[in-house]
């Protein structure tokens, strides 16, 4: 067996252990050193001596102090590092990082579907909005109707979806924060993938009515059009309702409408600049850095010389790399823009009396991620290399394109909810220890970190990103293949996994106003 490790930066004093079944005690690396301990796959090795108290360097950074001395060859555990103090918000380098200029990508086009307020759709679904939780029972059982005895009449409509959540009553419905939820969810239902058809199922006694969930203009209909079609709303609690099944059918006479409205719609070329794309990472391990999240930084800086639309996000997961995110912000603005969303995370983590240490998951540090430093380091390769001219805050709708940093909580289910409601169109997301993830409202194309991870999850990974680490292809490659998916799934030549097994995770609203 020839022993491999992977050092990312001159700097570094670690390596990680790249062999599938980690590396055993007495094993002699290329550069003569040998191993005191067994070594995990994926877990870190000290290249020299680290003194107590000195930096433990990985990606030419300290993501941790020594608490005792660690021997060369020595495995470099969790358990051995104290993690470094968050970065001052104050001081920041601004706008200092230009992007290396690259000529624009042209000719690159997808199937997709126009809408009336000028976004494009990758899929054709009639979503049913509901505004509060209360409903989703009859709407789940309304959906499942639909599908199963109506949907094939109109063959150009890829799905139903129920957009059932969690919230809408029980809760402080004025308080400070409790904007985010609502507008998360009015955006959702405006998702280019659901064609502005907008329908809701409302209970009738919850505090988010239908008027406030979805107020007078916010739906537009039709260009040609001089004023807004009327909300739909299905009120389960109005006296016509006599029994489950008038309300079920009530449900299902409204959805006919629609319908036959979304069959009317056709995939049309259009230029590969309409992707809206979100790029996530959960389950992640000590390789999502090395490869998966390099590959998806190289497809986003192709992404954004085709003239589309990246978001990346996960506050918690950007936090300690504050400094190379406002140094690449194209203005000063956009960079204040970013810290201010750093201190109000910080603050509302401050609350409960936690920090961004808490993020960090008992499968993460098995994969070798020591703590939320190291952690974050690997996360942030998903944005590339370009120049971040955006800034958007939770629950708001994306209105640019390039490269953006979306602030969301780095939770899968929230973070996936706030980029739909952002306008994503296509959803990439990369894991390392692994995880069925998928989403309804859009195609979740997901890139493992491992060969071993793509080999016995082969009909759940979409891209194989171990290969750079096997020495098959590069991250260029891999970036290239990604790309290229891309243009095939957002046309529907081709279907991810999860939307093949019709994986689907529920949404999860961010709520940080109070519960009544």
Not at 98 to 105: D, F, G, N, S
Not at 266 to 272: F, M
Not at 333 to 352: G, P, S
Request: with cysteine.
């Amino acid at each position: 067996m020839i022993p491999l490790t992977i050092k990312i930066n001159d700097l570094d004093n670690v390596a990680v252990v790249a062999n599938a079944n980690g590396l055993p005690a007495g094993t002699r690396l290329n550069s003569g050193l040998i191993l005191k301990q067994d070594i995990p796959q994926a877990h870190k090795v000290a290249l020299i001596d680290i003194q107590e108290n000195s930096a433990v360097i990985r990606y030419g950074i300290p993501i941790g102090y020594a608490i005792k001395n660690i021997t060369a060859g020595s495995w470099v555990s969790e358990s051995l590092l104290k993690m470094p103090d968050a970065r001052s918000l104050n001081n920041l380098p601004i706008s200092t990082v230009k992007a290396k200029e690259q000529p624009p990508l042209e000719g690159f086009t997808f199937e997709g579907y126009k809408n009336a307020d000028g976004s494009v759709g990758t899929r054709n679904i009639l979503a049913i909005t509901t505004t509060v939780q209360c409903v989703s029972g009859v709407v789940e059982h309304a959906v499942k109707k639909i599908k199963s005895e109506l949907l094939s009449n109109y063959p150009n409509v890829d799905d139903v979806v129920g957009i059932e959540h969690t919230y809408g009553c029980g809760v402080a419905i004025d308080a400070q924060g409790a904007d985010i939820p609502i507008r998360t969810l009015r955006n959702i239902s405006l998702n280019p993938n659901f064609g502005g058809e907008v329908m809701v199922v409302s209970l009738g006694c919850e505090k988010l009515q239908p008027q406030r969930l979805m107020p007078p203009g916010s739906i537009f209909i039709n260009k040609s059009d001089s004023h807004t079609e009327e909300l739909n709303v299905v009120c389960l609690q109005d006296d016509e309702h006599i029994g489950f099944m008038s309300m079920i059918n009530s449900i299902i006479e409204s959805a006919k409408n629609h319908l036959e409205k979304l069959n009317k719609r056709k995939r049309v070329t259009v230029p590969a600049s309409e992707l809206v794309v979100g790029v996530q990472c959960g389950g992640s391990d000590a390789f999502s850095g090395i490869t998966a999240n390099p590959a998806v930084g190289f497809c986003t800086d192709l992404l954004v010389r085709v003239g589309a639309s990246v978001m990346f996000s996960e506050v918690t997961e950007v936090r300690d790399g504050i400094d190379q995110l406002t140094s690449r912000a194209s203005s000063p603005d956009v960079a204040q823009k970013m810290i201010n969303e750093m201190q109000w995370y910080d603050n509302y983590l401050e609350k409960a009396k936690v920090d961004r240490s808490a993020n960090t998951t008992p499968g993460n540090k098995k994969g070798g991620l020591s703590n939320i430093v190291e952690k974050a380091m690997g996360s942030i390769i998903k944005s590339g290399t370009s120049s971040i001219t955006g800034v958007l805050s939770p629950g708001d709708k994306l209105k640019q394109k390039g490269l953006t940093f979306a602030a969301t909580p780095a939770s899968d289910f929230i973070c996936g909810t706030l980029q739909l409601a952002a306008g994503m169109n296509l959803h990439v997301f990369t894991t390392g220890r692994g995880t069925p993830y998928g989403l309804a409202a859009v195609p979740v194309i997901k890139v493992a970190t491992r060969t071993d991870l793509a080999r016995r999850w082969h009909d759940l990974m979409d891209i194989n990103a171990g290969k750079i680490t096997d020495g098959t292809a590069s991250i260029e490659d891999v970036g290239w293949e990604l790309f290229h998916m891309m243009l095939d799934v957002a046309s529907g030549r081709k279907k991810t996994y999860a939307e093949h097994w019709k994986i689907h995770n529920s949404l999860v609203l961010f709520n940080p106003a109070p519960v009544t």
